[in-house]
């Protein structure tokens, strides 16, 4: 009992959750993005979403939801597809293979990386409000 106290308490000082921690509804942050008429380095196939922080794993994940298409009903189900946004290779090829069409096509990993790194910064910045926050376009 007192190592497992040991082990958790730098985590809960930290305000870090653990390994099997499953995040609610109330812990996730978020903020709108939206593809400008002129950017040519937006690196997903739809113009707008959402840029979430999620825990998972015990660490920070930065995710990308694509947003609800217009002309959809609002009772009309929809569920969104999503990406991890990061400049980790292996998390951003395997870790987004169900939904991979979500990204711009790149002529390679690299290119990919390259295009994403903003997002994953402005992600990771995201990450470092409060549990719960909504973070209004480019606020961050």
Known sequence: MMVEMAVAMPLMLAGEQGLFHFPSADEVRTQPISRTGNETAWPFSVDDGTLACVWSGGQRVVMFFEGRPE??????????RQVIVTTDPMQLTLGNMASRDLFRPAASVAER??????????????CDQPAGARVGHGEL
């Open 71 to 80: 002309g959809l009903d609002q009772d009309e189900t929809f569920q969104p």
């Open 113 to 126: 990386i390259r295009l994403v790194a903003p997002f994953a910064t402005l992600g990771q910045k995201l």
